[in-house]
Structure formats: C-alpha cells, structure tokens
C-alpha cells in the first residue's frame, strides 16, 4: 500500500470515513491523512509514504511490548518507547514502527518509506 497514487487509493477503499491533517515538526512534513476504519493513509503530494494500522505483523494496538518482542523476534530493533524492524522485498525501504504508550502496551503501528 505504500508508494500507491490517490487514484488508486480512492479505487482500491473508496471515499475515506475521515480526513485529517498530520502536523510534522517542520512545514515540509506536514500530510494529509485519508482515515479508514483500522487503517490511516499518510500523502504526501500524490503517493501514500506511511500506513498506520490497528494490526500488522501479529502485533495489534494494546498489546503488551514483551509479546511484541515474541512475535517479531530478534530481527527488532528496540528503543525503548518504540520498536524498528525493516522491511524487505520492496522496490524501495520500508520500515515497520510499533510504538508504546508509558504503560508499555501497543498505541500505533506504522509501515512507512524509511528512505522518505
């Protein structure tokens, strides 16, 4: 889903549930977000570059970082309130982001261009 069009995006889940604005700490990273019920669409210019997800990976939002360790195995990289593990087999890098609330449990989930 990452590197897909608007177009295809529209095609492929229909008109959003919501859109929403994603504010970055500088103006270039600013995205407008389509929302879909589990899944959020970051654009930037005319190309999704990041997903967030309610699930991916065997990891859901709420889960406990000991069992998200578990299923993602050592391939992980741990930094303390937020896991990286990378993503291969695509045209170009993708990274995967599970990161925790102080509690330690899942709050988002993102797949994204690394390279972005």
């Not at 229909?14 to 103006?27: D, L, M, N, Q, T």
């Not at 929302?35 to 967030?52: A, C, E, N, P, T």
Request: proline share 4%; aromatic share 12%.
């Amino acid at each position: 889903m990452v590197g897909i069009t608007i177009s295809d995006l529209i095609e492929g889940f229909g008109p959003p549930a919501a859109v929403a604005v994603a504010r970055g700490s500088e103006i270039w990273q600013d995205d407008v977000v389509f929302q879909y019920h589990g899944l959020s669409f970051y654009i930037h210019r005319d190309r999704v570059w990041q997903v967030g997800f309610s699930s991916a990976y065997g990891v859901s939002i709420g889960a406990p970082k000991t069992s998200v360790l578990a299923v993602l195995g050592n391939t992980v990289q741990d930094n303390g309130n937020h896991l990286l593990m990378p993503i291969s087999g695509r045209d170009w890098p993708l990274m995967l982001r599970v990161n925790f609330l102080a509690t330690g449990r899942v709050n988002t989930i993102y797949i994204y261009r690394s390279d972005f």
